[in-house]
């Protein structure tokens, strides 16, 4: 596909899925609301609003590179499981979270990405990991866009894991 100043982000998108990881990565744009775009506006428009001072065909090589970044952030369920001293964050909600996760996994909450970003050693290996990899996807990119070398995400998330899941106690009922 060719991308020209007109092309909107949702035909960049629809063309190259993983461009949304590129595009945060290497210009720190798409990540969250306040850094968003719209699937309606066109390249050239994020370019300007986020004062983007590469050309349109820096920011398509960028875009057309995203999958090979993508592939270098993923660690299959096996090799991560041969792997002890990674730390596990499982970047899914508190219920998602409850309901079963990795054994040592940590949830990801505001203050543990606060936590992380301010006193871990950037060379810390992190899996992180979500129900089918996506939402880890992000967030092992997050990570790396803040200069950790060693941020993973987990192939295939929690629904390729063939380990351990921890699940909490039920609870005996009381009879009366």
């Known amino acids: 596909m060719d991308i020209g100043p007109q092309t909107t982000m949702a035909e ?14 290497r210009y720190h744009i798409g990540g969250c609301t306040a850094c968003g775009y719209k699937p309606e506006d066109t390249i050239e428009q994020v370019r300007q609003q986020y004062n983007i ?23 299959l369920p096996a ?9 596990v964050i499982d970047v899914r ?15 990801l909450t505001v203050e543990l990405a606060f936590e992380i970003l301010d006193t ?4 810390t290996p992190i899996v992180c990991c979500s129900n089918t990899g996506r939402r880890g996807l992000e967030k092992a990119s997050y990570f790396t866009a803040y200069g950790f070398t060693n941020a993973r995400n987990l192939a ?8 351990e899941i921890e699940r909490p106690r039920a609870t005996a009922e009381a009879t009366p």
């Open 156 to 163: 295939g998330g929690l629904e390729a894991w063939t380990g």
């Open 120 to 123: 871990w050693p950037k060379d």
């Open 12 to 25: 960049i998108l629809a063309a190259y899925p993983a461009a949304k990881l590129g595009l945060f990565r």
């Open 93 to 107: 909600t508190a219920e998602e979270f409850e309901k079963g996760h990795i054994p040592g996994a940590q949830l």
């Open 79 to 87: 090799v991560m499981a041969a792997k002890p001293k990674e730390r």
């Open 53 to 75: 001072e590469d050309s349109i065909d820096a920011m398509a090589e960028a875009i057309r590179e995203s999958s090979k970044a993508e592939a270098q952030l993923l660690i």
